[in-house]
């Protein structure tokens, strides 16, 4: 077992649902390991400014519920330099702080890791990001619970759609990938789903809005990843099939930040808890540099340098799936 007497924990970069329950995870399972746990508010800033709070198992009493993260989170320019990140350690000394676990994206774990290399500081990385993006784990958290917040929100907009004869493009996360696009597109039937991954074209566009509306498909709905890159914009790509199909009625729906907040998923919930036990326990056994994950619902440990550097990949299945539903 490694010198670990206490354990930091925050949470770093954009929020997603299932942070909070992954923090209330660490912070018990520090109390039931007898090992001490400080809260690190606003991520890296707090880091450098001290800004640290003790945790108990009461500290994080009705919180696996909530949406976004009771540590708060920022964006830290002075971490990205020697002399803050310098700072930062030396208050984690300052606290007696023997090791941190960190709850983000890719952005937070190249931080760390470059904590590591510098300081030879123990962390962990909890993979937590609603765009399922990191490499090293098949779910992150929040990407389930987006998932449904977006499915949710779909078949609502399919009710105004067939009312009144619509086209509708619908616009999901998915800056570098399209994970929420294409299962969302699939769990909501939509016609077409446009990912960064699969260029389709305009003109293939065209051709399956046209089969649709010939095969007696009153309304349609279009899922578009924000990366997609068959048109400039999902606005850009409304006129332009305007201007080719002028009988279309068509209209955009962009839900935003809407998609990383809300209640966690079971599924959440569980996979925040049981990243949050294999966090603390690969510190208290001497690991490091190390992100947690899960494959075929097993946890893993994963380099946090391959986690970073890695590409996750779309399911070609799942568009294949999508291709015959579509008809």
């Given at each position: 077992m490694a010198n670990i007497g206490k354990i930091g924990v925050f949470t770093s970069g954009g929020d997603s649902p299932g942070m909070n329950a992954a923090i209330r995870s660490v912070v018990r399972t520090c109390a039931y390991l007898k090992v001490e746990c400080v809260g690190i508010y606003r991520g890296y800033q707090g880091m450098i400014e001290g800004d640290f709070k003790p945790m108990d198992a009461r500290s994080v009493n009705n919180i696996i519920n909530k949406g976004g993260t009771i540590l708060k989170s920022a964006r830290c320019k002075e971490f990205r330099t020697k002399e803050g990140r310098q700072k930062a350690y030396d208050n984690l000394r300052k606290e007696g702080i023997d090791a941190f676990v960190v709850i983000g994206g890719d952005g937070s774990f190249t931080g760390a890791m470059i904590f590591n290399q510098e300081f030879h500081f123990p962390i962990i990385g909890i993979p937590g990001t609603i765009d399922n993006d990191i490499f090293g784990t098949t779910f992150?958290?929040?990407?389930?619970?987006?998932?449904?917040?977006?499915?949710?929100?779909?078949?609502?907009?399919?009710?105004?759609?067939?009312?009144?004869?619509?086209?509708?493009?619908?616009?999901?996360?998915?800056?570098?990938?399209?994970?929420?696009?294409?299962?969302?597109?699939?769990?909501?039937?939509?016609?077409?789903?446009?990912?960064?991954?699969?260029?389709?074209?305009?003109?293939?566009?065209?051709?399956?809005?046209?089969?649709?509306?010939?095969?007696?498909?009153?309304?349609?709905?279009?899922?578009?990843?924000?990366?997609?890159?068959?048109?400039?914009?999902?606005?850009?790509?409304?006129?332009?099939?305007?201007?080719?199909?002028?009988?279309?009625?068509?209209?955009?729906?962009?839900?935003?930040?809407?998609?990383?907040?809300?209640?966690?998923?079971?599924?959440?919930?569980?996979?925040?808890?049981?990243?949050?036990?294999?966090?603390?326990?690969?510190?208290?056994?001497?690991?490091?540099?190390?992100?947690?994950?899960?494959?075929?619902?097993?946890?893993?440990?994963?380099?946090?340098?391959?986690?970073?550097?890695?590409?996750?990949?779309?399911?070609?299945?799942l568009i294949r799936v999508s291709d015959i539903m579509s008809i």
């Amino acid at each position: 077992m490694a010198n670990i007497g206490k354990i930091g924990v925050f949470t770093s970069g954009g929020d997603s649902p299932g942070m909070n329950a992954a923090i209330r995870s660490v912070v018990r399972t520090c109390a039931y390991l007898k090992v001490e746990c400080v809260g690190i508010y606003r991520g890296y800033q707090g880091m450098i400014e001290g800004d640290f709070k003790p945790m108990d198992a009461r500290s994080v009493n009705n919180i696996i519920n909530k949406g976004g993260t009771i540590l708060k989170s920022a964006r830290c320019k002075e971490f990205r330099t020697k002399e803050g990140r310098q700072k930062a350690y030396d208050n984690l000394r300052k606290e007696g702080i023997d090791a941190f676990v960190v709850i983000g994206g890719d952005g937070s774990f190249t931080g760390a890791m470059i904590f590591n290399q510098e300081f030879h500081f123990p962390i962990i990385g909890i993979p937590g990001t609603i765009d399922n993006d990191i490499f090293g784990t098949t779910f992150t958290l929040g990407f389930d619970t987006a998932l449904n917040t977006v499915v949710e929100a779909i078949d609502k907009i399919r009710d105004t759609a067939s009312s009144h004869n619509r086209l509708f493009f619908v616009e999901v996360m998915g800056r570098d990938v399209g994970h929420i696009a294409l299962n969302a597109g699939v769990g909501a039937g939509a016609e077409e789903i446009l990912i960064p991954e699969e260029n389709l074209g305009r003109e293939r566009l065209l051709e399956s809005l046209k089969r649709s509306k010939e095969s007696g498909k009153s309304s349609s709905i279009v899922i578009v990843a924000e990366g997609d890159k068959t048109g400039k914009n999902i606005f850009e790509l409304k006129e332009y099939v305007e201007e080719n199909f002028p009988d279309y009625d068509v209209r955009v729906s962009v839900l935003g930040h809407m998609q990383r907040g809300g209640s966690p998923s079971c599924y959440d919930r569980v996979l925040a808890s049981r990243m949050g036990v294999k966090a603390v326990e690969a510190l208290l056994q001497g690991k490091t540099n190390l992100m947690v994950g899960v494959q075929d619902n097993e946890l893993i440990l994963t380099p946090i340098h391959k986690a970073i550097k890695g590409h996750t990949k779309i399911d070609k299945e799942l568009i294949r799936v999508s291709d015959i539903m579509s008809i």
